[in-house]
């Protein structure tokens, strides 16, 4: 049902994470998961502007991130993101699997 299409019936829906994911775990044979959890924190950072609104409700929502400005709230609620990710052992950085982007 996840990828079938129906749950984002009607709503705008941005698969890039997946997409970029893909791409990744072909190239460097990292489990699909362990790439969506690089991967998201990154591309949250780079898509803050234009979903800066979905943003501040997932802050709100998930995290219950209420105080600060608004650009306080998205920088703590992608590093909790990240931080999650790490506290059940998935690690987020490409370097963390030995994958050097600058070589």
Not at 6 to 33: F, K, R
Not at 71 to 91: C, L, P, Q, Y
Request: charged content about 20%; glycine content about 10%; hydrophobic content about 40%.
């Amino acid at each position: 049902m996840a990828l079938s299409g129906s749950i984002g019936a009607g709503v705008p829906q941005d698969w890039a994470n997946h997409a970029i994911g893909h791409e990744l775990t072909a190239l460097h044979g990292i489990d699909h998961a362990q790439i969506l959890a690089i991967v998201l924190p990154n591309l949250l950072t780079i898509q803050r502007d234009g979903k800066r609104q979905k943003l501040l409700q997932y802050a709100d929502r998930v995290w219950g991130l209420v105080d600060g400005t608004e650009e306080s709230r998205i920088d703590r609620a992608i590093a909790k993101t990240r931080d999650f990710f790490e506290t059940v052992g998935i690690r987020t950085h490409l370097s963390d699997y030995g994958v050097d982007l600058c070589a």
